[in-house]
Every structure is written in C-alpha cells, then in structure tokens.
T-cell receptor
Framework: SAVISQKPSRDICQRGTSLTIQCQVD?????MFWYRQQPGQSLTLIAT?????????ESGFVIDKFPISRPNLTFSTLTVSNMSPEDSSIYLC????????????????FGPGTRLLVL | AQSVSQHNHHVILSEAASLELGCNYS??????LFWYVQYPGQHLQLLLK??????LVKGIKGFEAEFIKSKFSFNLRKPSVQWSDTAEYFC???????????FGTGTRLKVLA
C-alpha cells in the first residue's frame, strides 16, 4: 500500500479566506481523489484529481469553490476557497495505484486527513 | 441512486463479546465491498475487502465479513472483541465499473475493558 501524507493536519481559519491542502504519496499512483467528511456524516467524494488536466467534480462540488491541482503522479492539492463555517470538515486524500482500467477492482488508500475549522 | 446503510450508529460491547455490524447496499450489478476502520486519532485503514470468489472474507485482526448477494449485505463480524477494537467502522461499496466509493455513515464501536 502507498504511504500518504497531508499538510496541514489541522487548521482554524477565518470566514472568507482560503486554505490549500497538500497530499503527497510515496510512490506514483494512477488516481488521486479528494473526499470530505463532515461532522457526524459519511465520506463524500469531492473530485478526482487528474494529472495534467482539470479535475473531475462530483455533483454539488464546483471548481471555483474547490480548485484542485495535480502536477505529477505523486502530489495533489485541494483549495477550499472563500470559506464559511459550513466548510468545517475533515478533508481526505485517497489514491489508487494501478492502471485506470483496473481501477474498478483496486483498493483506495487514504491519507490521515486535514481537520478544518472555519470560524 | 446507489447508497450504503449502516444501521448501527453506536455500539457498546464488553470485551470478549461477539460483534456483528450491519451493512446493506442498494445496487443491482457487480460490486466490490470494503470495510474500513478508523482508530482514534488515526487515519482510515482497510480492514477487509471482497471482489469475487468466496463470499466469506477474512481480514486483519480477526475480523471477517460475509457477502450475501440475495440480501445486498456485507456484515462485519468478530467472535471476541478487544478493548483495542474501539474505533469507527465504515462500510463502502464500489460499483458500476467505476472507481467511485459510496460510504456508509459509519458505526462507532466502544469496547469496555
């Protein structure tokens, strides 16, 4: 399995500001994803971070609010823009290691998460 | 729409008690099924997974799960829990030939020493 790190591990931010979360993997992976886990709720997929192209967003999530970069096969960032208290959540990065065609049967591995509190 | 239901939100057991956590999903096609565990202060870890074959899957730390296709279920079991099993457990489904996971809402397990 891949070793995944996220920075920062936690942060407290003011309303209206933006925070960029970094996800670093110790090996090249095919697919990287960003999830949100709101208090008392399940994990929800925000988007797939595509290397060299725009991220693919799930319903309810837009690029202006959650811009994502993936400059290479081991690194991605998620920015939470113009934050409000409703954005308080844990943001998780996950990865799948092998080819896109086999992604259906591959296991996702998760980073430690970034705990965000917006005041 | 696909969904995953975990009916037990909070479970409290004494050590050595048996555990069964329910997981039901709604999807009629081929699925991959997972249980993840999140220990206090730690990140999500894979406990076990089912892709195909034997519907009884054994995972780490003595956990097992049984896939019952007719019931759309993938319940997690452990015959004798330990205090160190205190954690939150998430069931997830990967369906439709995609990489997307649908997670249940999680079950918080507390094991009393």
């Amino acid at each position: 399995s891949a070793v995944i790190s996220q920075k920062p591990s936690r942060d407290i931010c003011q309303r209206g500001t933006s925070l960029t979360i970094q996800c670093q993997v110790d090996s090249q992976v095919t697919m990287m994803f960003w999830y949100r886990q709101q208090p008392g709720q399940s994990l929800t997929l925000i988007a797939t971070a595509n290397q060299g192209s725009e991220a693919t967003y799930e319903s309810g999530f837009v690029i202006d609010k959650f811009p994502i970069s993936r400059p290479n096969l081991t690194f991605s960032t998620l920015t939470v823009s113009n934050m409000s208290p409703e954005d308080s959540s844990i943001y998780l990065c996950s990865v799948v290691g092998t080819s896109l065609l086999r992604a259906f049967q591959e296991t996702q591995y998760f980073g430690p998460g970034t705990r965000l509190l917006v005041l | 729409a696909q969904s995953v239901s975990q009916h037990n939100h909070h479970v409290i057991l004494s050590e050595a008690a048996s555990l069964e956590l329910g997981c039901n999903y709604s999807y009629g096609g081929t699925v991959n099924l997972f249980w993840y565990v999140q220990y206090p202060g730690q990140h999500l870890q894979l406990l076990l997974k089912y892709f195909s074959g034997d519907p009884l899957v054994k995972g780490i730390k003595g956990f097992e799960a049984e896939f019952i296709k007719s019931k759309f279920s993938f319940n997690l079991r452990k015959p004798s829990v330990q205090w160190s099993d205190t954690a939150e457990y998430f069931c997830a489904v990967n369906a439709g030939g995609t990489y997307k996971y649908i997670f249940g809402t999680g079950t918080r397990l507390k094991v009393l020493a």
